[in-house]
């Protein structure tokens, strides 16, 4: 049962133009959000977090935004880069003493120039 | 300040082999994790550690073991290789339990 899911496994969006990548989830329990960026042959890199206590939190050009009634969030990227290619995945944490991160499957960026 | 490292990058076993992943982070972190990413199937957790010490099974535990002897080395072992465990295996750490930083990663491909 997959509790984070990325219903998208890939995303092209040309230079310049916003790129928006969503992610579900099912656990009421999830408290605390973040997007993660890996290129290929890299291990993912943090990229932008959000605790449930917000809707939004901004990052420069990244922007995740959280609708908890429909246990939802998005990430925007905008103006979208060429070097915004990879792939990004959602994760989520219980918090408290859970100390682990459910991450969903990847959605593959393409930004094309 | 390495971060997040580990060894080694690449390696190909038979099956039936033994070998062990290392991990070590410079950070003082407390929570250390050991992940396999598959195509199509994102990461999943194998096993992680809430302390020097401490071990826990995580989604996928079957096949491997871990050891936390010390604070800043996470050591995963397969004891008897199988071709399923062909995969790319991420070290993780952790201050706070959630925001999680990740090594470089380890490709192995088990014949």
């Known amino acids: 049962d997959q509790q984070v899911k990325q219903n998208s496994p890939s995303l092209s969006v040309q230079e310049g133009r916003i790129s928006i990548l969503n992610c579900d989830y099912t656990n009421s329990m999830f408290d605390y959000f973040l997007w993660y960026k890996k290129y290929p042959a890299e291990g993912p890199t943090f990229l932008i977090s959000?605790?449930?206590?917000?809707d939004k939190n901004e990052d420069g050009r990244f922007t995740v935004f959280l609708n908890k009634s429909a246990k939802h969030l998005s990430l925007h990227i905008v103006p979208s880069q060429p070097g915004d290619s990879a792939v990004y995945f959602c994760a989520a944490s219980e918090g408290g003493s859970n100390y682990k991160l459910t991450f969903g499957k990847g959605t593959l960026l393409t930004v094309n120039p | 300040n390495a971060g997040v490292t580990q060894t080694p990058k690449f390696r190909v076993l038979k099956t039936g082999q033994s070998m062990t992943l290392l991990c070590a982070q410079d950070?003082?972190?407390?929570?250390m994790y050991w992940y396999r990413q598959d195509p199509g199937m994102g990461l999943r957790l194998i096993h992680y550690?809430?302390?020097?010490?401490?071990?826990a099974k995580g989604e996928v535990p079957d096949g491997y073991n871990v050891s936390r002897l010390k604070k800043q080395n996470f050591l995963l072992g397969l004891e008897s290789a199988a071709p399923s465990q062909t995969s790319v295996y991420f070290c993780?750490?952790?201050?706070?339990?959630?925001?999680?930083?990740f090594g470089p990663g380890t490709r192995l491909t088990v014949l």
């Open positions: 950070m003082n972190h407390e929570y």
């Open positions: 959000i605790s449930s206590i917000k």
């Open positions: 550690s809430v302390g020097e010490g401490t071990t």
């Open positions: 993780a750490s952790s201050y706070t339990g959630d925001t999680q930083y």
